[in-house]
């Protein structure tokens, strides 16, 4: 929840004389996303959101993101259009910070995900793994092991302020990830983030994904476990195996996952849900106190952690 | 900059069914209003605001406000409209929270007022004051010089950790405000916070405005006083004399000020420039650290103040 830079109609007046979106109506910042300063317009032609990329996006990371959106809405998964400048690029300068006009997308993000959800979810991650086969550029994954472990330095001298004994079972966790990481699983371009907060529906049909801005080159099944983590969990942070099922099988629905795959997930979960905790613990140990970002509690993601290392079968996700 | 309160698509889904405003496409919390919850609802029959009303409005001041701009807007001030429910009525629960929808207005509140914005400005607060003037209802200015008093009490101590000498500087305005205040004035609706993010325009027509959130009944010239508070000084706190001449015969253009009005610009302008210190102040002193209300300096009314003390005639404010 976000905005953090304001910008004046002048300026905002002249970037948009470098596209064909009609005459400028009214923006409104609005508090969605975490890493950049988004931007309801309307214009004479409809609405549009406005991103400014903040310090925590890489611009050289840009054509690549844009890139995405454009090749995967190309192949028929439902996510907002880079509008192209007169100049045919995607990406612009405005009050100082690398940003970019997409197509607003209607639909809401549940805010109580059900099983449906959970299945829908479960087709249009597979679909999206699917569309992203051809797609020619590739980013790495800032965010895997290594990228962990440097989190986990930073942090680990007071990760059990936090919660006793963390230090302790995150130690345990990279050793066994270090050693069990399926690196050898198919590969290919992931979301990475698909959060709840990043999926809209209508109703209960799905109407599209945005925010990819953690998407790379990983392992296909790593989102799903993402996934899993996401959406499968209640408020009191148990496990529910109906969504979970309902994630599962709408995945494979559309790709059928390999029996390798199958039994990695629980390793797969465990690192992910790792993943999630250290940033949020990173961000909670060394946020600025005031900070618009509302930072979000290592809690909910150290109980996951601890689910995941309890599991002995692969049956407990529902998969059947 | 807020949203205090976030709802669920089921909760409003449920609330929309008050209303005959169309399907549901999406909803946005929008940085706008330091006091309230606002969202940017598209439905299929076009956007509106959802305001969700925090703790500092009170409910029992509702019917007024929104009464307000109905009344308001059926005497051509551009103004959102509420928008009524089946049963008639203007204001619903959501979230445990009063909420009402207003119609969505489009324009930009400018960033950088000019002397055009604040001949407009100057010209559509005198239309409401004069469209003010049959409303049935009425409201005390709960920021009058008592709730002044108020604010000072609980922040006096502190404030030369501030600035230093404001202690010794705001008693004598309160001295000088307690002999010399013009309650004798012209008394009618005014708007009480008419600052620039409160003023969408269209380029240089002004398209309307929002927020009647503080309005009351009080002196109008005190409205124009506040006026020239929040649009005529620059960014380095000289007062543009040219952008008071405009605001001041704007205003006039529409509802001529008596000779007493004119005279006592200084001490409404002294007024209202410690009203809106004392506000900041107090936020400033008192308001939790880490909030998502925006604390706003109260350096920039002190410079305001001190510019006030200095007049020795209206002309210094652009009065022809």
Chains 1, 2 share one sequence.
């Not at 690029?89 to 109580?112: D, H, Q």
């Not at 569309?131 to 895997?144: P, Q, S, Y």
């Amino acid at each position: 929840m976000a905005v953090y830079t304001d910008i004046t109609e002048g300026d905002l007046g002249a970037f948009l004389r470098n596209y064909s979106i009609g005459e400028l109506l009214s923006y409104k910042g609005i508090a969605e996303g975490t890493e950049n300063s988004n931007f309801l317009l309307h214009t004479s032609t409809g609405p549009f959101i406005l991103t400014l990329y903040e310090k925590r996006v890489e611009e050289a990371d840009l054509p690549f993101f844009l890139g995405l959106m454009d090749h995967l809405a190309a192949r028929g998964i439902s996510c907002p259009l880079p509008v192209h400048r007169h100049d045919g690029g995607t990406i612009g300068t405005l009050a100082g910070r690398p940003a970019a006009i997409i197509t607003f997308l209607e639909g809401m993000w549940p805010r109580r995900p059900t099983v449906v959800h959970c299945r829908e979810v479960g087709k249009v991650l597979a679909a999206m793994h699917l569309a992203g086969a051809d797609f020619a550029m590739t980013r790495k994954n800032a965010l895997a092991v290594e990228g962990w472990q440097e989190l986990w330095a930073a942090s680990r001298e007071r990760a059990d302020e936090v919660a006793a004994g963390l230090t302790q079972e995150v130690d345990a966790d990279f050793a066994l990830l270090e050693k069990e990481w399926p690196d050898h699983l198919p590969k290919g371009i992931i979301h990475a983030d698909l959060f709840p907060d990043n999926v809209f529906f209508l109703g209960s049909e799905l109407s599209g994904l945005i925010d990819f801005y953690f998407a790379c080159n990983d392992l296909l099944a790593y989102d799903l476990a993402t996934c899993l983590n996401a959406w499968c969990f209640e408020k009191d942070m148990s496990f529910n195996i109906t969504k979970g099922a309902a994630l599962l099988s709408g995945y494979q629905s559309v790709r059928v996952l390999s029996d390798a795959e199958k039994a990695a997930l629980p390793v797969l979960a465990r690192g992910s849900a790792l993943r999630f905790m250290l940033t949020r613990l990173y961000d909670w140990l060394h946020g600025p106190d005031g900070d618009l970002v509302v930072k979000r509690d290592p809690a909910e993601y150290i109980r996951k952690l601890r689910f995941h290392r309890s599991i002995s079968s692969v049956q407990e996700y529902g998969l059947s």
